[in-house]
């Protein structure tokens, strides 16, 4: 009692009450969230561009006789989860005993909350039970062919990777700690980040003002020497005394920029090549416009063959070395098939595949587009004649939807994260666009109908081709890891060619295992009997070397010739018959 005789009370603040700065503040973040939003409504008004969402229309995939039995056996799935979910509705009730484990290495789910808070506890079991349960009824599936059942399944596994609750705001608890930590700011910059995404129509991985081509990306000197309406040809300048009298030609895949093989001093294969004592020659290709809408498989090779002979000539020599990277290698491969038919094999001295296929039997997840149903939405998409390489690039980041999609969204989206600068993911988001013509004759003719191994099945520039005519020395590298030339179909490559072969198996996949520069010291690669019978039989007998496989490949160039010239005159870009065009790396690379 106080001397008034009233009770004193000492009001506390309500924890759970937001105080008036706070409260102003969210009012300030809803706001600048509602001014984003309405300033992108307004910019996307005339825009009648196409969204890229069609692509991956589960229905799309599996449009056969067998999607009601799907959808019957789903719909069973559905009420088996419903129930289960049901079973957890009270806080703290234990998990259900056949709720499969934890996966020890999903990177999802690495946030100590996942497995000390029950709240989160019970949602990341039961997406898992789920998710588990929709691919155990898509593989117990009665009826389908065992295509039909592999595009189920991949649709099944999509599905399951989107429906993750780490993608989902309010059931991520990374999200709610970093939202409340930074009053909604993460919330605000993550918005910020999709809205300008869905402006460019393209996924972000890194800031796309972060590089800059031929400042601090693809900045090896040298200089255009060549250009067609299809291809620039960038001659890189020399670092020795003395350079091996045969040149090299690189032929990058046209899916993608070339400067792959050029992303910074550190990680250039051309700039080691060069430094190792090479002429290194690369084909820059032009990204496809309306002009393009009539470019067909034809066009690609008469542009090796144009740029094999400008080499040859240029430089005075009877042979050079050539390299074909995944799809740039499947033509290279017709392009020797034509010449040797043509009785020009001796225009090259050796072929070295990167990650490349002729035979597509065992070609991967690739091959779930190549049905009816996505050629017709291919053909609606590229009716400009060439196709948007957005629209590839989307088709290529679903085959690992769950590292190059969701989890780019939860970062970039969810947490706001400052984008990394990432040499690597800014080429990959480089798109270029692809001849909708050449497009789909390659997915029917090679992916779908598989006809490049047949002999004589396919013609190129009016000569039919049959692979075992190539005699060529050939070294042929695959990726253990690779998911867009699995190495049982790079393997191929060794039943089709006649001519003597190597076999090198790199650690990682489609990019890292071809580029993997000596001084980082990552991976490693396998050699072996290159006669083995099967790619059992190689990996059996391989013998495992750590580190970069890029000096096993100057020792074998060194093998197939030796000879080394003076480094003068044409050996310097633009100082023979060809004169330089401009500085590399060129225009056509930076066409959008």
């Given at each position: 009692?106080?001397?008034?005789?009233?009770?004193?009370?000492?009001?506390?603040?309500?924890?759970?009450?937001p105080?008036?700065?706070?409260?102003?503040?969210?009012?300030?973040?809803?706001?600048?969230?509602?001014?984003?939003?309405?300033?992108?409504?307004?910019?996307?008004?005339?825009?009648?561009?196409?969204g890229?969402?069609?692509?991956?229309?589960?229905?799309?995939w599996?449009?056969?006789?067998?999607t009601?039995l799907?959808?019957?056996?789903?719909?069973?799935?559905?009420?088996q989860?419903?129930?289960?979910?049901?079973?957890?509705?009270?806080?703290?009730?234990?998990i259900a005993?056949?709720?499969?484990?934890?996966?020890?290495?999903?990177?999802?789910?690495?946030?100590?909350?996942?497995?000390a808070?029950?709240?989160f506890?019970?949602i990341?079991?039961?997406?898992?039970?789920?998710?588990?349960?929709?691919?155990?009824?898509?593989?117990?599936?009665?009826?389908?062919?065992?295509?039909?059942?592999?595009?189920?399944?991949?649709?099944?596994?999509?599905?399951?990777?989107?429906?993750?609750?780490?993608?989902?705001?309010?059931?991520?608890?990374?999200?709610?700690?970093?939202?409340?930590?930074?009053?909604?700011?993460?919330?605000?910059?993550?918005l910020?980040?999709?809205?300008?995404?869905?402006?460019?129509?393209?996924?972000?991985?890194?800031?796309?003002?972060?590089?800059?081509?031929?400042?601090?990306?693809?900045?090896t000197?040298?200089?255009?020497?060549?250009?067609?309406?299809?291809?620039?040809?960038?001659?890189?300048?020399?670092?020795?005394?003395?350079?091996?009298?045969?040149?090299?030609?690189?032929?990058?895949?046209?899916?993608?920029?070339?400067?792959?093989?050029?992303?910074?001093?550190?990680?250039?294969?051309?700039?080691?090549?060069?430094?190792?004592?090479l002429s290194?020659?690369?084909?820059?290709?032009?990204?496809?416009?309306?002009?393009?809408?009539?470019?067909?498989?034809?066009?690609?090779i008469?542009?090796?063959?144009?740029a094999?002979?400008t080499v040859?000539?240029?430089?005075?020599?009877?042979?050079?070395?050539?390299?074909?990277?995944?799809?740039?290698?499947?033509?290279?491969?017709?392009?020797?098939?034509?010449?040797?038919?043509?009785?020009?094999?001796?225009?090259?001295?050796?072929?070295?595949?990167?990650?490349?296929?002729?035979?597509?039997?065992?070609?991967?997840?690739?091959?779930?587009?190549?049905?009816?149903?996505?050629?017709?939405?291919?053909?609606?998409?590229?009716?400009p004649?060439?196709?948007?390489?957005?629209?590839?690039?989307?088709?290529?980041?679903?085959?690992?939807?769950?590292?190059?999609?969701?989890n780019?969204?939860?970062?970039?989206?969810?947490?706001?994260?400052?984008?990394?600068?990432?040499?690597?993911?800014?080429?990959?988001?480089?798109v270029?666009?692809?001849?909708?013509?050449?497009?789909?004759?390659?997915?029917v003719?090679?992916?779908?109908?598989?006809?490049?191994?047949?002999?004589?099945?396919?013609?190129?520039m009016?000569t039919?081709?049959?692979?075992?005519?190539?005699?060529?020395?050939?070294?042929?590298?695959?990726?253990?890891?690779?998911?867009?030339?699995?190495?049982?179909?790079?393997?191929?490559?060794?039943?089709?060619?006649?001519?003597?072969?190597?076999?090198?198996?790199?650690?990682?996949?489609?990019?890292?295992?071809v580029?993997?520069?000596?001084a980082?010291?990552?991976?490693?690669?396998?050699?072996?009997?290159?006669d083995a019978?099967?790619?059992?039989?190689?990996?059996?007998?391989?013998?495992?070397?750590?580190?970069?496989?890029?000096?096993?490949?100057?020792?074998?160039?060194?093998?197939?010739?030796?000879?080394k010239?003076?480094t003068?005159?044409?050996?310097?870009p633009?100082?023979?018959?060809?004169?330089?065009?401009?500085?590399?790396p060129?225009r056509?690379?930076?066409?959008?």
């Amino acid at each position: 009692m106080s001397d008034t005789g009233k009770n004193d009370t000492i009001e506390t603040p309500n924890p759970f009450m937001p105080s008036p700065e706070d409260m102003q503040h969210w009012a300030s973040v809803i706001g600048r969230a509602q001014q984003m939003m309405l300033e992108y409504a307004l910019g996307q008004v005339n825009d009648g561009n196409a969204g890229a969402a069609a692509l991956f229309d589960p229905a799309r995939w599996i449009d056969n006789p067998a999607t009601k039995l799907w959808t019957e056996q789903s719909s069973k799935m559905w009420d088996q989860g419903v129930a289960f979910w049901t079973s957890l509705a009270s806080i703290g009730q234990p998990i259900a005993p056949d709720a499969p484990a934890p996966e020890s290495k999903d990177r999802r789910f690495a946030d100590p909350d996942w497995t000390a808070n029950p709240v989160f506890a019970m949602i990341r079991q039961t997406y898992g039970l789920l998710a588990e349960q929709m691919l155990a009824t898509t593989r117990q599936l009665d009826g389908p062919d065992p295509a039909a059942r592999a595009k189920m399944e991949f649709a099944a596994k999509a599905m399951a990777d989107a429906m993750a609750p780490t993608n989902l705001a309010l059931t991520n608890p990374e999200v709610i700690r970093r939202a409340v930590e930074t009053r909604g700011e993460s919330l605000l910059k993550g918005l910020k980040h999709m809205l300008s995404d869905l402006s460019r129509g393209q996924l972000s991985h890194v800031d796309p003002d972060a590089f800059e081509v031929g400042v601090n990306i693809a900045t090896t000197p040298g200089k255009v020497i060549h250009e067609t309406d299809l291809y620039q040809l960038i001659h890189y300048a020399p670092t020795t005394k003395e350079v091996f009298t045969v040149p090299l030609i690189i032929f990058p895949p046209w899916i993608n920029r070339f400067y792959i093989l050029d992303l910074n001093p550190a990680k250039s294969f051309v700039a080691w090549a060069v430094e190792q004592g090479l002429s290194v020659f690369m084909v820059s290709w032009k990204s496809a416009d309306a002009s393009m809408t009539e470019i067909v498989w034809d066009d690609y090779i008469a542009a090796q063959v144009d740029a094999i002979d400008t080499v040859r000539e240029l430089l005075a020599v009877p042979a050079v070395h050539t390299i074909g990277y995944c799809v740039a290698g499947t033509t290279l491969a017709a392009t020797l098939a034509m010449l040797a038919a043509r009785g020009e094999a001796d225009k090259v001295r050796s072929v070295t595949f990167f990650t490349a296929q002729v035979d597509f039997e065992h070609a991967g997840d690739l091959k779930l587009f190549v049905d009816d149903s996505y050629l017709a939405l291919l053909q609606q998409l590229s009716a400009p004649g060439f196709l948007d390489g957005r629209y590839m690039a989307a088709t290529f980041n679903s085959l690992r939807g769950r590292d190059l999609i969701w989890n780019y969204v939860v970062s970039n989206y969810l947490l706001g994260n400052d984008y990394p600068p990432f040499d690597l993911l800014y080429w990959n988001g480089d798109v270029t666009n692809l001849p909708a013509k050449w497009h789909r004759q390659y997915l029917v003719d090679l992916y779908r109908d598989n006809r490049m191994v047949i002999p004589n099945s396919l013609s190129v520039m009016g000569t039919p081709i049959d692979l075992r005519k190539i005699e060529t020395p050939a070294y042929i590298q695959a990726g253990r890891e690779d998911h867009i030339a699995p190495l049982a179909s790079v393997w191929r490559l060794m039943d089709h060619l006649s001519g003597p072969t190597t076999f090198l198996l790199a650690g990682s996949g489609h990019i890292a295992g071809v580029v993997n520069p000596p001084a980082a010291g990552k991976y490693q690669y396998w050699t072996g009997d290159s006669d083995a019978a099967t790619l059992d039989d190689f990996v059996a007998g391989a013998r495992e070397t750590k580190g970069s496989w890029w000096p096993h490949w100057i020792d074998w160039i060194s093998a197939q010739d030796s000879a080394k010239t003076a480094t003068k005159g044409a050996r310097f870009p633009g100082k023979g018959a060809k004169k330089a065009i401009e500085d590399a790396p060129g225009r056509y690379v930076k066409q959008r």
